[in-house]
């Protein structure tokens, strides 16, 4: 490859950079990774209009979970900016009532000073049930939540619950695009990938054996071998 690429990447909600930290030695070696946890917004839209502020005009993007809202509001905006889409996962359609009825039994949480106990209910969904008493995994995530903080997942889960439908808007993604799905993910179901991948002219689905949601710190050697085959 004689171009060297820029690579945004959008983590997940409750995440910062120490999620993509055993990708991003891989991603160097194409191009300029940058890191946007998103901190400081409670829309989406305000979301992936910093990215898309803070990138050159041509980039690829790499969108884990919550991550993968941000990129469908950025592939909707300016969709020549962007030149391969990886999404990991993910999920395309807004909360449905059930699932909005849980992000405001979150706020509430918060808002009683118990925000420490999200991170603890949400592991199992999270991760492979095997590795849910992983010392290494769950510390990570725990740092994570810690350091993302109340206020920022407040943020996050108001952008996430206000979040648009992205179903009527796959046919209109163009760029190269790869779907990434952990078998046991305890937020997404194949079906998404299903509708996501009939949806995207072209796309791929790979799906990670033995594996949930939190697929770039518990398979990092797969994510890397795919993210490594698709921007080369």
Request: aromatic residues 4%; proline residues 6%.
């Amino acid at each position: 490859m004689t171009d060297r690429m820029n690579i945004a990447l959008v983590p997940s909600q409750l995440c910062t950079e120490l999620v993509w930290e055993k990708q991003l030695p891989i991603l160097s070696s194409f191009g300029t990774p940058r890191v946007f946890a998103q901190r400081d917004h409670d829309t989406i839209g305000a979301m992936a209009q910093s990215v898309l502020n803070a990138m050159p005009p041509h980039f690829a993007l790499v969108a884990h979970g919550m991550g993968a809202f941000v990129a469908f509001e950025m592939l909707r905006r300016a969709p020549e900016r962007i030149s391969r889409l990886v999404l990991m996962s993910a999920l395309a359609p807004a909360d449905t009532p059930k699932q909005t009825v849980r992000r405001e039994g979150y706020l509430r949480l918060v808002e009683q000073g118990k925000f420490d106990g999200i991170i603890e209910e949400r592991i199992p969904m999270l991760v492979h049930p095997a590795r849910t008493s992983d010392v290494g995994i769950t510390a990570t995530l725990r740092r994570m939540a810690k350091d993302t903080g109340p206020e920022i997942f407040q943020r996050q889960q108001r952008a996430i619950m206000s979040r648009a439908d992205s179903r009527p808007s796959l046919s209109a993604i163009s760029c190269p695009t790869l779907l990434v799905f952990g078998r046991e993910d305890g937020i997404t179901t194949i079906d998404h990938q299903h509708e996501m991948r009939d949806g995207i002219a072209g796309a791929r689905l790979e799906i990670l054996e033995n594996c949930g949601h939190m697929m770039p710190i518990e398979k990092p050697d797969e994510v890397n071998a795919l993210l490594s085959a698709f921007l080369a």
